[in-house]
């Protein structure tokens, strides 16, 4: 299978997806997109270029899964937590997605992509929610990659509402305790109707979660790699697919 895969990718170059052509790719895949800041440190440039050259690592991972035929790419774009950095980089941020979709939507229309978005939608500014639901909207009924970016997202925000959620269905006697089980909490939360990831890819050495994704990615393998976010290739994308290729999956069984 592995030589199969190689096979294909050295001569992917330019090739439309073809989710048939191997087995055991991931589903989905989830990525943690970090060192943007410290990429550009490196090279003396201020933080916004490291988050602008993220910007287009987007665009090619997000053509390298398309390519490999994986259904499901979720994109960890913006944080709870990261509200607290500085206001200039938060406003940066704010913009990226409008930008990268002013940018790519058309391309992405024309490859079937279609557009999702899970987080706290409250917080954010008006410019960016409306960038992120004309895309939603305009590639609603495409059925290629789903692109899903989380933005202004946080899983134990997302668990607390849908416990809470719960917790009210339960008083008002709509939901017996004794029926509560994972498909409960499951459709509460806002990958409602996606499979949990397959794959968690953190880029830049951090070894963590960083609040994100804590339920789906229960029997996740995981994958890290030292690449700052702005350098990942498709490559490094294909590295990762085959060393999930090369693991037994088990669940807790033998
Ligand atoms: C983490 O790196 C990265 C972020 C908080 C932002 C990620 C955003 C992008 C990659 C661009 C998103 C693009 C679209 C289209 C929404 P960091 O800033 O924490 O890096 P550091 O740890 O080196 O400082």
Redesign the pocket.
């Known amino acids: 299978m592995i030589e199969r895969l190689w096979a294909k990718l050295s001569k992917s170059s330019l090739q439309p997806a073809d989710p048939g052509a191997f087995e055991n790719v991931p589903e989905h895949v989830a990525i943690?997109?970090?060192?943007?800041?410290?990429?550009?440190?490196d090279r003396g440039l201020p933080?916004m270029a490291?988050?602008?050259?993220?910007?287009k690592?987007?665009?090619r991972i997000t053509i390298a899964a398309d390519r490999l035929g994986v259904k499901y790419l979720t994109?960890?774009?913006?944080?709870t937590e990261?509200w607290k950095?500085p206001k200039a980089?938060v406003d940066f941020?704010m913009k990226?997605?409008q930008?990268?979709?002013e940018i790519?939507l058309d391309e992405l229309i024309a490859n079937n992509v279609q557009v999702r978005m899970m987080g706290h939608k409250e917080d954010l500014p008006p410019f960016t929610i409306s960038a992120v639901e004309e895309a939603i909207v305009k590639t609603a009924n495409n059925t290629g990659l789903v692109l899903n970016?989380a933005?202004n997202y946080g899983s134990r925000k997302e668990m607390l509402e849908a416990v809470k959620d719960i917790a009210a269905d339960v008083q008002q006697g709509r939901l017996a305790i004794e029926d509560i089980d994972d498909k409960v909490m499951a459709d509460r939360l806002l990958t409602s109707g996606l499979p949990d990831p397959d794959l968690l890819i953190r880029t830049?050495g951090?070894l963590r979660l960083s609040n994100f994704m804590m339920w789906q990615l229960a029997y996740s393998e995981l994958w890290f790699t030292d690449v700052?976010?702005?350098e990942f290739t498709e490559a490094h994308f294909h590295e990762a697919i085959l060393e999930y290729q090369r693991r037994a999956r088990r669940y807790g069984g033998l």
């Open positions: 943690i997109m970090d060192g943007n800041g410290r990429w550009a440190k933080r490291g988050h602008h050259s993220g910007m690592a987007v665009k994109l960890y774009a913006f944080s990261n950095r980089e941020l990226l997605p930008q990268f979709l790519e970016f933005l830049s951090e700052y976010w702005p």
